[in-house]
């Protein structure tokens, strides 16, 4: 039987405000973050190259339709990232 199991390690709270910033470790060992901002959530792989933005692995829109939101619980990002078939397998 094959693992197909997508774990997420979420390592760190990095930004605390707008927007809310989670590092993490992807399911191929690489860096990555979870964003939220302005109503999107995303899940980004991380990159050393300043001002290079990554295309998002997955992303949506999940808070209010005027966009202003950017505090979400980390309860409800474990939530999001469940819904898209990822396994948080450790978080702070």
Not at 38 to 50: F, G, M, R, Y
Request: hydrophobic content about 35%; glycine content about 8%; some cysteine.
């Amino acid at each position: 039987m094959t693992n197909t199991a997508k774990n997420i390690i979420i390592t760190n709270e990095s930004c605390s405000g707008c927007p809310m910033i989670w590092d993490c470790i992807l399911p191929d060992g690489s860096n990555g973050y979870i964003r939220y901002r302005w109503s999107v959530i995303s899940l980004k792989a991380a990159t050393e190259k300043a001002g290079i933005f990554q295309e998002p692995i997955i992303s949506e829109m999940i808070g209010s339709e005027d966009r202003l939101d950017g505090m979400l619980p980390l309860e409800d990002t474990i939530k999001w990232l469940e819904t898209n078939g990822y396994n948080v397998i450790n978080h702070i």
